[in-house]
């Protein structure tokens, strides 16, 4: 599921700060243009050798967001809030790193049998919930049944339809058998998200009980929650805090007057408009990471003009896409080459840059009839910082290629209200994901959020066939052979990737880039110490 | 005035329930229903279902209304959609919050102004009573909100950092830590301050040139006498009641000051209420507000009855 961004954030739509990036699609923990250099301090943890678990006092989080429909429930994370708690309280089997690779969490290996229909959990050994019971096979198997619950299904039980939640089989006590009805290759993207944190048996969200670096202590919906720390976290000596509260900030004026003010010691979301001021802060520092979340335009491929072709490639070819994100982005964010999935290992890197090119467009645009113009509605709304903003700029980039553009304004409630997924010309956000995973959500026929209603058979025939590909070698290829087919005539614009953008003070260590597109070094409290 | 008064009261509880009608019917208007809301972009089909059955979103608009107003009468306030906590016990604390908020700013705010409008009459014409007219005017004029956000640039965060800029505190305890009410009390008390101010001024002036005043300086009484026993008393009742008005202000003014202090009370309850289509909280605290402004105002037109000798007379 893509992570819901607060509403209530607005950016200013222009800036005239040039931006100092050049796009290198791959560079991945760049620090940003903003000059934010962010030294991991990890390294220096080791010293205090025993345990370093509890030693630092309470570190204040002020989070974007949150309102009184915030949840404790991880498995039921929308708002960013909800996902920070879920990061605190919760341990997943797996979970991805701050480079996008996955790593093992709560379990020790996860592996597939030769065709992927069945998945071996192991656990670590010894590893305990918050409540003192161990971390054991049966909670997997009641965390995999409570997400997949046919009478209140989870966020995630959209990815896990081929799940045979009947018949998962304990081998022993920290052994899982995970059966599926058809290949399932992409089970560990799955299981790295943090909506799929583990539970013990008879999980009560009231008084919720994880396995993350954090335990629950106090929580007001809509206002602040209180964590403590989890001694048998199973990040040995982590978290370094002895205490965590997240406050919420739907307002960024508020958030960023609670930094510089010190009343909290890290936030989330700095607006692109507040970076100066953080930095002219001798106390504060700003956090800035790329990461792999697009911002797209969606041409539905059922619907004139985008049915045909031509009209969707010379769309594409009419965004300059630098200009829009020093415009949209304030320059925070890196081209997209119009494909998602950038940080999968698979990521095709043949395909030449796309590039404005307004006669080509016009070409097209006239082989396919419109050669005396052509007028599109597109519809917009604050549904995530900078979207606004990029559907002006599209519309003063359209009008060179007689493209005119009437923009469509929305509430982020009507955006997503009946008519989502079946605008004709639209946009969306979506969160890193592999090729494989994002495929599955927004670009099969019959995934959750199919908005371009893309449906290309030789594409379906290549991703069926790479989703049963347990081979990586093998798969990669068929992923590159997807991708440019997409490529050459998906119905998404991906004109850029956003940039996360954190203020925090200089006395919180551990703070680094993650190009997961969450927060705060993927909201890594545990990793956060407070210093003098 | 008995008979007056229980017909104001009668006319108050047929303004609560008309304000609760429109509010709920507003609130059908707004496009998506709670579940939407609240799921935004995961509203999978079968999320949705799930969730609106729980919330009986699914019966019809009248039932949805007829059930909250038959809870009304047991006073039962419902459970609030968006986190299934009763609205009475969600409400509570924050309910607390913006009273001690409230009440904080009139303490502050009703001597101050008066003092100010008095002062102000006493000088009349001068130049502390021009520089008075001026400030109340401004301040009349400029929406609260944009007072707030210029207290916070002078006062905390540009080069004077004297207090917070922000409420981080709990709704439980707000008075636990002052120094973050300093600035969310000063706008309201600059907010509801210029009509008291002038009122008292314009009253006083009044009083001041009236015939018993001018009897009470010619039989010799010292000034202060004849301010303070003669003048003062009689200058404050048409006061009061600019006073009540104002107060009444205040619980829905609350809302823009608390939503840019991030301060946990109703207003914000209310902000966050809309957003999520939390249809029981925001009947709970409309209904709450517009409570407050009827019994304010009612009190207000007591107050003035009595003081009123020809009303009181005729009325009995």
Partial sequence: ?532 | MTRLILQRLFYGLLTLFVVSLVVFLATQALPGDAARAMLGRDATPERLTALREQLNLNDPVAVQYGKWIAGLFVLNLGESFANAMPVAEYLGPRVSSSVALMALAAIVATPIAVAIGAYSALRRDRAADHATSMVTLITAAVPEFAVGILLVLVFATGSLQLFPAVFAGSSEAVLESPEQLVLPVATLVIAVSPPIIRMMRASMIEVLESEYVQQARLKGLPERTVIWRHAAPNAIGPVAQVIAVQLGWLAGGVVAIEFLFRFPGVGMALMDAIDNRDIPVIQAVTLLIAAIYIVVNLLADIVGLAANPKVRVSSR
């Avoid at chain 1, 049915?307 to 320059?331: C, H, K, N, P, Y």
Wanted: glycine residues 8%.
């Fill in chain 1, 1 to 532: 599921m893509p992570s819901m961004h607060n509403h209530q954030e607005h950016q200013p739509a222009r800036s005239d700060k040039g931006s100092a990036f050049t796009p290198s699609r791959r560079s991945v923990l760049k620090a940003g243009a903003a000059g934010a250099v962010v030294v991991p301090a990890l390294s220096a943890c080791g010293g205090d050798g025993s345990s370093g678990s509890g030693s630092g006092g309470r570190l204040k989080v002020g989070i974007a967001g949150g309102s009184a429909k915030d949840t404790l429930d991880g498995h039921k994370a929308v708002d960013n809030t909800d996902i920070a708690r879920a990061h605190a309280l919760y341990a997943g089997l797996c979970y991805f790193d701050t480079d996008y690779t996955i790593k093992m969490a709560l379990a020790e290996s996860i592996e597939p049998n030769d065709e992927a229909t069945v998945w071996t959990v192991k656990l670590k050994e010894g590893l305990k919930f918050h409540d003192g019971s161990d971390v054991t096979a049966d909670a997997v198997i009641f965390t995999l049944q409570r997400i997949t619950d046919p009478d209140d299904p989870t966020s995630l039980a959209g990815q896990l339809t081929t799940l045979d939640r009947d018949n998962l089989k304990k081998v022993d006590d920290l052994t899982v058998e995970v059966p599926f009805t058809d290949p399932f290759v992409t089970f560990l993207d799955v299981m790295a998200e943090y909506l799929a944190g583990i539970v013990p048996e008879g999980f009560d969200p009231e008084n919720p009980v994880g396995a993350g670096p954090f335990k629950f202590k106090e929580f007001t919906p809509g206002e602040r929650s209180v964590f403590e720390a989890h001694t048998d976290y199973w990040q040995e000596g982590m978290p370094y805090v002895d205490e965590l509260e997240i406050i919420n900030f739907p307002d960024e004026t508020a958030r960023v007057n609670a930094l510089v003010g010190g009343q909290v010691d890290v936030i989330s979301q700095l607006p692109h408009s507040q970076i100066e001021v953080v930095e002219a802060d001798d106390n504060l520092e700003v956090l800035e990471s790329e990461t792999g979340m697009w911002l797209p335009f969606t041409m539905r491929v059922d619907k004139a003009p985008f049915d045909d072709e031509r009209v969707r490639q010379a769309f594409r070819l009419i965004v300059d896409r630098e200009e829009m994100v020093d415009q949209a982005l304030s320059g925070h964010g890196t081209v997209g080459n119009d494909l998602y999935g950038r940080f999968d290992p698979a990521y095709n890197e043949d395909l030449p840059q796309r590039e404005q090119d307004i006669e080509k467009a016009k070409e097209l645009l006239a082989e396919a009839g419109h050669e005396d113009g052509l007028e599109v509605e597109l519809v917009t709304g604050p549904i995530s910082p900078g979207a606004e903003a990029a559907a002006q700029v599209f519309k003063e980039q359209a009008a060179k290629a007689g493209v005119t553009v009437k923009l469509k304004q929305t509430n982020s409630t009507e955006y997503y209200g009946d008519n989502y997924l079946q605008w004709t010309f639209a946009q969306d956000f979506w969160s890193s994901r592999n090729y494989l995973s994002q495929a599955a959500q927004g670009s099969l026929p019959g995934a959750a959020f199919n908005e371009t209603h893309w449906d290309d058979e030789e594409w379906v025939e290549i991703i069926e066939e790479a989703r049963a590909t347990v081979d990586e070698e093998k798969r990669a290829e068929l992923i590159k052979q997807a991708m440019k087919i997409e490529y050459e005539r998906g119905g998404y614009i991906v004109w850029g990737f956003v940039n996360t953008v954190d203020g925090f003070n200089k006395k919180v260590k551990g703070l680094e880039p993650s190009v997961t597109g969450h927060p705060l070094t993927t909201y890594g409290f545990h990793l956060m110490r407070i210093e003098g």
